[in-house]
C-alpha cells in the first residue's frame, strides 16, 4: 500500500503534474460497466456508432 509519506517530497501530486506542471483531467476515465458508444465502419450511409458496456481498456491504450 502506498503511504501518503511517499509522495510529500512532491508536495502531495501525481507524478505527471509534477513533470508537465499542469493538473491532471480525470474526466475522461469511464466507470466499469457505464454505457458507452463504440466506432463501427459499415458503410457511408450507415449508423457510425453502437451503443454497449465499458467493460475495460485496450491492451496498449494508457487509460483513454
Given at each position: 500500500?502506498?503511504?501518503?509519506?511517499?509522495?510529500?517530497?512532491?508536495?502531495?501530486?501525481?507524478?505527471?503534474?509534477?513533470?508537465?506542471?499542469?493538473?491532471?483531467?480525470?474526466?475522461?476515465?469511464?466507470?466499469?460497466?457505464?454505457?458507452?458508444?463504440y466506432h463501427v465502419i459499415e458503410?457511408?450511409l450507415e449508423p457510425r456508432a453502437d451503443k454497449?458496456?465499458?467493460?475495460?481498456?485496450?491492451?496498449?491504450?494508457?487509460?483513454?
Amino acid at each position: 500500500m502506498l503511504s501518503l509519506e511517499s509522495s510529500i517530497a512532491i508536495d502531495v501530486k501525481t507524478p505527471i503534474e509534477v513533470w508537465s506542471n499542469k493538473l491532471v483531467d480525470y474526466s475522461l476515465l469511464k466507470v466499469f460497466g457505464c454505457p458507452t458508444y463504440y466506432h463501427v465502419i459499415e458503410g457511408k450511409l450507415e449508423p457510425r456508432a453502437d451503443k454497449g458496456f465499458f467493460m475495460d481498456y485496450e491492451d496498449g491504450v494508457k487509460g483513454f
